[in-house]
């Protein structure tokens, strides 16, 4: 019976985390809002249109959402020939591969972003398959795109664990009924991936693969 490995990518595999932070800064900013980045940072890992809603409230002028993406994306945009892959990034989604885990992954990226995701991490070889926003009607912390990645692949929950960065990540995992492991790459503290439901904290995915052996994923 198929084994999955379930991978977030933002902040997760690849150093993006803090580049959303800023390219919604600067979009909210274009706008007329002023949105704090600490509050950004908090709403990075969920899709753009839940990201909006929650740092913008129900009362907000709903007609502007599409604006506000469209102009994140263009300002994303600018890094893709450059995003930077975390440590071990490649390296441990081979490790899983060669132990006999189904790669998968589960994000909110979709597209050209996606791509240039996929290129920073540079393993290709051992992705059995991407789970992205265009594949789901909720994004995280609802559980589908956990589920639909899992679907994917032909695994079930008991034998799947996710992995990683923000809060929104282990509640989809836990909604979705998977372990879950975090990541503290992503900037947020390990004691809210803890409440979240993160059932092991690992600094970044080379503390993950130097640990696994120890870990839920050994």
Same mark, same amino acid.
């Given at each position: 019976?198929?084994? @999955? &490995? ?12 803090? *580049? ?8 909210? +900013? ?22 909006? &809603?929650? *740092? ?11 604006? =506000?993406?469209?102009?994140?994306? %263009? ?9 930077? &892959? ?5 390296? =441990?989604? +081979? ?6 885990? $189904?790669?998968?992954?589960? $994000?909110?990226?979709? #597209?050209?972003? *996606? ?13 059995? @398959? ?8 909720? !994004?995280?912390? &609802? ?9 994917? %692949? ?9 992995? !990683?960065? $923000? ?18 790459? #992503? !900037? ?8 979240? !439901? ?10 993950? =693969?130097?640990? =696994? ?6």
């Amino acid at each position: 019976m198929t084994r @999955a &490995a379930v991978f977030d990518v933002d902040g997760t595999l690849v150093d993006t985390n803090h *580049l959303h932070v800023v390219t919604w800064w600067e979009a909210f +900013r274009q706008a007329g809002h002023r949105v704090p980045m600490h509050a950004v940072h908090r709403a990075v890992g969920l899709g753009s249109d839940d990201l909006v &809603a929650h *740092l913008l409230g129900d009362d907000r002028d709903k007609d502007e959402d599409a604006a =506000l993406s469209d102009a994140h994306t %263009v300002l994303y945009a600018q890094y893709f020939d450059r995003l930077p &892959a975390l440590r071990d990034a490649g390296s =441990l989604l +081979r490790r899983l591969h060669e132990d006999g885990w $189904t790669v998968v992954l589960a $994000t909110s990226a979709s #597209g050209p972003e *996606l791509s240039a995701l996929r290129a920073a991490i540079d393993a290709d070889d051992v992705i059995a @398959a991407t789970a992205g926003a265009d594949d789901v009607e909720e !994004g995280k912390p &609802a559980p589908e795109p956990v589920r639909h990645a899992l679907e994917l %692949v032909g695994a079930p929950a008991e034998r799947a664990v996710f992995v !990683g960065d $923000t809060v929104w990540d282990m509640r989809a995992g836990r909604r979705a009924g998977v372990r879950c492991v975090g990541l503290l790459s #992503g !900037g947020i503290p390990r004691t809210d991936l803890v409440e979240a !439901g993160a059932e092991a904290v690992y600094d970044d995915p080379a503390d993950l =693969l130097a640990s =696994l052996s120890s870990s839920p994923l050994a």
